[in-house]
């Protein structure tokens, strides 16, 4: 098993550009989340899912949109970047027992808006 | 509302010698506590958690943790460090509410020195 992958590792955008991060799990996880990492923030939710087709917002939504048309598949959005949304991006699914589970990361991925 | 704080910012210990890394939470209700470690460009790991039980909870790489209730605490602990131990370390509290969201400290990093 793979995991939870993340598409790209690396990104440097200007402001005002969009992008897409692609997040997979082979896991049959329900669960998924996006999370941002900030130095001395530890990690803040962004958006999470409950199952395929559904999704809900974390403790930092504003400036991004998710989607999870595929059990497996969880896409973060960045419609228009602002460099407030330089970070470190995780992705992370669980099994679906909610609060018994961990959380299984993905390697991460570095933006950078200029 | 529910936080987690981990009062250090980083611990020093020399190789051989016992750590610990502090963790105080907030949660209404039973409190599922977690610990997860952080190498350098990588994603968080799982290394343990208390859901019920013994205080005494051991997890992986030879680490264990107490739940200490009246003292709302859930320090890691380790008899021997290891150089290799060398890393972030994050404390989580998970919750019940909708997609049984986690909330993580601002992590601790440990240095071991040699």
């Known amino acids: 098993n793979a995991g939870v992958t993340q598409t790209p590792k690396f990104r440097v955008l200007k402001t005002g550009q969009s992008m897409t991060l692609l997040c997979a799990q082979d896991m049959n996880h329900e669960y998924m989340y996006w999370y941002r990492q900030d130095p001395g923030m530890g990690l803040r939710l962004i958006h999470y899912s409950v199952g395929e087709g559904t999704t809900a917002k974390g403790e930092v939504p504003d400036g991004y949109n998710v989607s999870r048309l595929k059990k497996q598949n969880f896409l973060l959005g960045l419609e228009s970047a602002a460099p407030s949304q330089t970070s470190v991006y995780f992705c992370?699914?669980?099994?679906?027992?909610?609060?018994?589970?961990?959380?299984?990361f993905g390697p991460g991925t570095r933006l950078t808006v200029l | 509302a529910q936080s987690v704080a981990q009062p250090e910012d980083q611990v020093n210990v020399a190789e051989g010698n016992p750590l610990t890394v502090k963790c105080t939470y907030s949660v209404s209700g039973n409190p599922y506590l977690f610990w997860y470690v952080q190498y350098p460009n990588r994603g968080l790991q799982f290394l343990l958690k208390?859901?019920?039980?013994?205080?005494l909870v051991k997890g992986s790489y030879g680490f264990e943790a107490e739940f200490n209730k009246s003292q709302t605490s859930f320090h890691l602990k380790k008899p021997s460090a290891l150089v290799s131990d060398s890393a972030l370390y994050f404390c989580?509290?998970?919750?019940?509410?909708?997609?049984?969201?986690?909330?993580f400290g601002a992590g601790t990093r440990l240095f071991v020195k040699a």
């Open positions: 208390y859901i019920t039980g013994d205080n």
């Open positions: 989580a509290v998970s919750h019940n509410t909708g997609g049984f969201k986690t909330i």
């Open positions: 992370a699914s669980n099994p679906g027992q909610g609060r018994f589970n961990e959380q299984f």
